[in-house]
């Protein structure tokens, strides 16, 4: 179990910078999530972290000591890769115990079945990689990367390769497991669902740089930046430029974001007509014509009252709203707020 | 919507799919023939031949009971649907065929052309001593020659192959491109055109009438097209599981024999075979890089005995094919499920 520290960690390529001046210290045994678009960067990271990738500058430091120049093989770090890169020439069993051949281990098959427990696979020891399935793959993955007790557990989009049901079992299990051995945790992930519900904090990145550092809630609730907002949350987030003949909201306000769910039907508002209703299951978004133009808007009910051309009255709260300067940085303390003349 | 007689459209289907079958076999038996029969002759001769002569006839009444044989083989396979009893019909037909021939030719058959193989003194015994003054080697000289020149070549392609497919395919260095397109430039030439400068190299470090010498020739020319095959098999072994089993605690190296090499056995096994092969069938360089009788191998001694000894005796020439071509012909049954996994790396990769 480590604390795990990045300062100023930077990797360029030939050709680009994967990795931009990100620096983040990670608790002993806290789950961090990093999220973002392909080609951000938080591969590259992660891969930093295992020691696959040299970084160009910047440290990594576990539990306060550089382990820049240490190779892969002796940091003792855990990866569960999204292809679970199982050894297909060796059994589930002897895969789990492939990290004990180069450690001096004395109840390594003890050591082994008590993973195989962890993980449920006691049953499939015998098989080979090939005969499983890819949520047991996953297990057997997960049971090898933690045989060795590692100092840092990583991650790389270990679901993405599941159904969705076995997607949502999957991830309460690692969380129980991560929770059971209380070891430091980094998932990367680009699905924000599986990035907020498993981690204790969520690092989003964008074009190798880190944007927000928060709790589910941060992020979702007072996004730092533009990409921040747009990236979290589906339906995604109305981002409109003011029309201030409607809208009264301080100078600097370049961007107003409004959460779909933040609109609501009331007797005063501004008027609203509906262009499309799309039914998904629990609740139903429409797409409606209002003067601060075309909205996303969730009606909580699994049965549309509203048909395309119907018309309606909306509003918000003002609290609600998210407000962005020209270079896409939120507004603190500040909201929009409609005027009267939206009403008519 | 009209009635559908779908009784009426599957006895049609079916109808299509026995003459497309029956077309199918028909072909592929006809252009075997030409394939199978030369082989099945030089069988056939090795067996039969007395001094001198061949008797076409036996092979007429081989092919008589042969030819029926496998027309019989080919209606049951279109016939009888399940797996058992084509096997029953095989193994039928099998036994007849076994029982026919040796009633039709079963007496003319006999061992006398293969005395060769124990008999050191072959040529002395059929020209008189004085003639070729022991220079004729014993066969099994020449076979362990000609095993020694395939396993060792075959041991180093294989091992430069591996090596430089795995680097080639796992490391960006400077000229790699060049590297693999100068591959691809050298298997355009055919390594015949180099026979002289060959000739001289190996002259020159004093190699010729040596065995290393067609060694180190065939290796060399095996190479590129083996450092090729290998680097496809490489391509084809995901980067993550090494990765992972270097974070799991190992050195490259071990992750490579642990992890990597388990996964291109069949490549291993395909190069192996073939390199062997190309080995054991050398004739141009083993008789370039000798001057004189210095060493024998398998196609000298069999070109010497068809050509220089007993221009007429085609029984003995016919048996000593028969067993230079059985390790190939073996060592290929056993292993060409390999041989057809072999992929071309691109050069991109």
Known sequence: ?344 | MAQIDWDQLAAQSRRHRLIKNSCLILFLTLVSVPVILPFFWVVVISFSARTGGVESAILWRACAVLVPAVLAYGVAHLTLPRIAHRLLAGAGILGLTALGLWLSVGAELHLNNYRFLINANLIEDIRGAGTVGGQFPWVWTAFGNSLLVALCSTVMKVTVATLAGYYISRFQFRGRNGFLQGLLIIEVFHPWMLTIPIFLVIYWVGLLNTLAGPILVLTAIGLPFFIFIMKGFFDAVPWDIEMSAMADGATRRQAFHMVVLPQVRPGLIAVGVLGFITGWEEYVFVTALRTGNSYWVMSTYLYYVAEDVMGVDYGLVAAVSVFYMLPSLVLYLACQRYLTQMKLGGIKG
């Not at chain 1, 591969?43 to 440290?59: E, H, I, K, N, Q």
């Not at chain 1, 892969?72 to 770090?77: F, H, I, Q, S």
């Open chain 1, 1 to 344: 179990m480590a604390e795990v520290e990045l300062r100023n960690l930077r990797k360029d390529w030939d050709t680009a910078t994967a990795v931009d001046d990100v620096s983040i210290k990670i608790e002993n045994g806290e789950f961090l999530a990093i999220l973002g678009p392909s080609g951000c960067g938080k591969s590259t990271t992660l891969f930093m972290l295992a020691g696959v990738y040299l970084p160009t500058s910047g440290d990594i430091m576990f539990d306060g000591a550089r382990v820049n120049d240490v190779e892969a093989r002796l940091r003792n770090v855990g990866i569960v890769f999204q292809s679970y890169a199982l050894y297909p020439n060796m059994s589930v069993l002897q895969n789990i115990l492939f990290p004990t051949r180069f450690q001096k281990t004395d109840d390594a098959q003890a050591r082994a079945h008590e993973m195989a427990e962890l993980v449920q696979i006691t049953d499939l020891l015998g098989r080979r990689p090939s005969e499983l399935s890819g949520g047991q793959q996953q297990r057997v993955a997960l049971a090898r990367a933690l045989i060795k007790r590692p100092n840092l557990l990583l991650l790389d989009e270990p679901l993405s390769n599941l159904d969705a049901t076995l997607r949502l079992s999957m991830r309460a299990e690692i969380r129980r497991i991560t929770r059971e051995l209380g070891v430091t945790t980094i998932l990367v992930t680009h699905d924000q669902l599986e990035a907020t519900t498993m981690a204790d904090r969520v690092m989003c990145m964008n074009k190798g740089r880190i944007e927000q550092v928060g709790s589910a809630a941060d992020l979702y609730l007072r996004p730092d930046t533009l990409f921040v907002a747009g990236f979290i949350g589906s339906p995604p987030i109305n981002l409109i430029p003011p029309d201030r003949d409607v809208l009264s909201l301080p100078d600097r306000c370049h961007t107003l974001g409004l959460r779909p769910e933040a609109l609501r039907v009331s007797e005063v508002g501004m008027p609203a007509t509906v262009l499309s209703v799309e039914p998904m299951g629990r609740e139903a978004m429409m797409t409606v014509d209002t003067p601060l133009g075309d909205l996303r808007f969730i009606e909580a009910t699994a049965q549309p009252k509203y048909r395309p051309r119907d018309l309606l009255r909306l509003t918000f709260d003002n609290a609600d709203t998210i407000l962005f300067d020209a270079k896409g940085q939120r507004i603190p303390e500040a909201h929009a707020t409609l005027k009267e003349t939206a009403y008519a």
